[in-house]
C-alpha cells in the first residue's frame, strides 16, 4: 500500500472511530454490545507505529517505557472508577454522563496503544497470542466444572471431576 492510500485509510478508520465514540456516549445495553468489525488489532499496530515514527519517538518506546506508561494509563481508568456508588461500575455504566463516557473511551485506547506497541516492541503477535491463550484458559477452565464458580483453576486439577459440583 502506498502512502496516499494509507492515509486514505487511516482517515477511514478515524471517521468510523468518531461514529463509534457516538455510540459510546450513549451507553446502551451490555448484552446488545459489540465492536466494530475494523480496525483490525494489525491495523491499530500499524497506525500507532507510524504515529510514533512521524515524531521520531522510536528511541522513547523501549519495553519498559512502555510499560510504566501502559500501567499510568490503567491508573487513569482506574480513576474513573474510584469512589463511585456500586450501581455506577455495572456492565452498561448506569449513570455515567457522555462526557465520563467520552474519557473512559480515551483512557482505554490509551491502554491499547501502549499494549500494542509494548507487544510490537517484544515481538509478540498479540492477536495470536490471545487467541492460544483462550485455547489455554478453555482447557484449564472447562465450561463443566468451572461454570458458575469464580475459583483459581489449579482448584479443578488437584480434584476429581466428581468431587466438586459447579458452584464450589
Ligand atoms: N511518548 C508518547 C506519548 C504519547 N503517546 C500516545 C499514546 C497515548 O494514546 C497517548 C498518551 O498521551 P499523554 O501522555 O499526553 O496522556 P493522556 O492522553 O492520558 O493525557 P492526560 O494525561 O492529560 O490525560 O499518546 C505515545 O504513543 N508516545
Redesign the pocket.
Known amino acids: 500500500m502506498d502512502g496516499s492510500c494509507r492515509e486514505a485509510r487511516g482517515r477511514r478508520l478515524l471517521s468510523k472511530s468518531q461514529k463509534l465514540e457516538t455510540r459510546e456516549q450513549r451507553g446502551g445495553t451490555p448484552g446488545e454490545f459489540t465492536f466494530s468489525a475494523d480496525p483490525s488489532l494489525e491495523d491499530i499496530r500499524r497506525l ?1 507505529a507510524e ?2 515514527a512521524e ?1 521520531g ?1 522510536g528511541r ?2 523501549q519495553p519498559r ?2 510499560l510504566l ?1 501502559l500501567v ?2 490503567v491508573g ?1 481508568v482506574a480513576e474513573l472508577f474510584q469512589w463511585r456508588a456500586e450501581p455506577a461500575a455495572r456492565a452498561g455504566l448506569p449513570g455515567w454522563a457522555p462526557g465520563e463516557r467520552a474519557a473512559l473511551a ?2 482505554l ?2 491502554v ?3 499494549l500494542v ?1 509494548l507487544a510490537q516492541q517484544c515481538r509478540v503477535d498479540l492477536p495470536r497470542a490471545a487467541l492460544r491463550k483462550l485455547d489455554r484458559n478453555r482447557a484449564r477452565y472447562p465450561a463443566h466444572r468451572a461454570h458458575g464458580s469464580a475459583r483459581k483453576y489449579t482448584h479443578y486439577q488437584d480434584r476429581p471431576p466428581d468431587a466438586c459440583g459447579p458452584q464450589d
Request: proline share 0%; no cysteine; charged share 30%.
Open positions: 500507532q504515529f510514533v515524531r519517538w522513547f518506546h517505557n512502555l506508561a499510568g494509563e487513569e480515551e483512557e485506547s490509551d491499547l496503544l501502549y506497541s
